[in-house]
């Protein structure tokens, strides 16, 4: 008997309600496409400040939910996927760098040292949500001020999270990590999978 092959979609994601991402990050739209979800995209708008006080855990939730919920209100009928990262070394925040200068701080903080990636998931429909957020930590080897200075150059940090992206040119200045490699990348896929399943 021949057993009929499901589509690459289903293996992710097995409902019938349409996917609309709330980001627009390149790198979640390659991961997304990686796993053969059929989806759109809608660009969110700016990111917003961080939420007061709040621990990363639940900064990054309240964040990616604000997403969502920001285009679930053009989407009604959708399943809306929110998503956003930030960098935490020795209990600080670091964001997106605005240049050169910026990311070498950032990188010089990160070198030689264990930091966490954070990345908050929200998913969208109606009144209905889901939030959760996926840590990861990376240790990076120790680099010299030259190193980091061209790497600042190659315009690779600028729009990241954290000044780099481990899936680009950075990978050479990872040493480990421990967690969810994707998580890194922008998008921890297991995470996510777990919560559309919810809504499936």
Request: aromatic residues 6%.
């Amino acid at each position: 008997m021949t057993v009929p092959r499901r589509a690459p979609g289903t293996l992710f994601y097995g409902g019938s309600v349409p996917i609309v991402l709330a980001s627009a990050s390149p790198r979640r739209v390659t991961l997304l496409r990686q796993v053969g979800l059929a989806f759109t995209v809608a660009d969110p708008g700016p990111d917003r400040d961080w939420p007061g006080h709040a621990e990363p855990r639940h900064g990054v939730r309240a964040l990616a939910l604000e997403k969502a919920r920001r285009v679930a209100g053009r989407r009604p009928e959708a399943l809306v996927i929110g998503a956003d990262t930030v960098v935490v070394a020795r209990s600080v925040r670091l964001g997106k760098p605005t240049g050169e200068a910026e990311a070498f701080e950032m990188l010089k903080q990160l070198q030689g040292r264990t930091h966490e990636v954070w990345t908050g998931l929200a998913i969208v429909r109606g009144r209905d949500q889901r939030t959760a957020a996926e840590v990861t930590k990376v240790q990076f080897a120790r680099l010299e001020d030259a190193e980091l200075r061209a790497y600042a150059r190659t315009g690779e940090p600028l729009d990241k999270a954290g000044a780099y992206g481990i899936q680009g040119l950075a990978a050479q200045f990872v040493r480990r990590i421990e967690g969810d490699y994707w998580n890194v990348v922008g998008l921890p896929l297991a995470r996510l999978r777990q919560l559309l399943k919810e809504f499936a």
